[in-house]
């Protein structure tokens, strides 16, 4: 298994510009999240899926759209680059009663 | 060989019970230290940092041997709580915010 696969590793963008990050798993988890990592401020909860189909905000959802069309996928959005969504972007997925697995992490750097 | 390596259990112990995590690592350059504790489901928290005088916060040790490039993550008197899935996470020098997870090591406490 890969486990849980992200990409790009590293993206640049301009302001307003728009862009998908990428995440698939190959284990069949039903769960499906993404998080951002700031410094000071730990992982925080960007939107989370708990099935295909299904999808809901976490704590910090403005900015970013996704969508859960196949239980491998979970792609996410950004519908306009702001300066404050330069962070680190972890994909993570997990199956009920079992342990949480990340994927490498995207870094995003908005100019 | 991954840069932070835990071993996955799971880890099965009875209330009452002391239970030891280890986690090592191959980044001699790693800097700063965390143990995260991961719900499914839930965003991974902030257990403790972890600094190379040890620390303890309540049933919770942390320790650090930077020699022999490992962490360690003691829990006294488990509780039927304390099961979930807890994460090494190490961050290393002048790498920006990114922070190196290990996939976890699950817990769960029996009554």
């Known amino acids: 298994n890969a486990g849980v696969t992200q990409t790009p590793k590293f993206q640049v963008l301009k302001t307003g510009q728009s862009m998908t990050l990428q995440c698939a798993q190959d284990?069949?988890?039903?769960?499906m999240s993404w998080y951002r990592q700031d410094p000071g401020m730990g992982l925080r909860l960007i939107h989370y899926?708990?099935?295909?189909?299904?999808?809901d905000q976490g704590e910090v959802p403005n900015g970013y759209n996704v969508s859960r069309s196949t239980t491998e996928d979970f792609p996410l959005r950004l519908l306009s680059a702001a300066p404050s969504q330069t962070s680190v972007y972890f994909c993570?997925?997990?199956?009920?009663?079992?342990?949480?697995?990340f994927g490498p992490g995207t870094r995003l750097l908005v100019l | 060989r991954k840069e932070v390596e835990q071993d996955p259990g799971p880890f099965n112990v009875p209330e009452g019970a002391t239970v030891a995590f280890n986690c090592t690592y191959s980044?001699?350059?790693?800097?700063?230290f965390f143990w995260y504790r991961q719900d499914c489901r839930k965003e991974p928290k902030l257990l403790m940092s972890?600094?190379?005088s040890g620390n303890e916060d309540g049933r919770f040790t942390a320790q650090l041997n930077r020699a022999s490039q490992y962490i360690s993550l003691l829990i006294r008197d488990s509780k039927l709580s304390d099961s979930a899935t807890y994460l090494c996470?190490?961050?290393?020098?002048?790498?920006?915010?990114?922070?190196?997870f290990g996939k976890g090591t699950s817990l769960l406490v029996t009554p």
């Open positions: 993570a997925s997990c199956r009920e009663g079992g342990p949480q697995y």
């Open positions: 284990m069949n988890h039903e769960y």
């Open positions: 899926s708990v099935g295909a189909g299904i999808t």
């Open positions: 980044n001699s350059a790693s800097q700063s």
């Open positions: 972890v600094y190379s």
């Open positions: 996470v190490l961050q290393k020098a002048n790498s920006g915010y990114a922070l190196n």
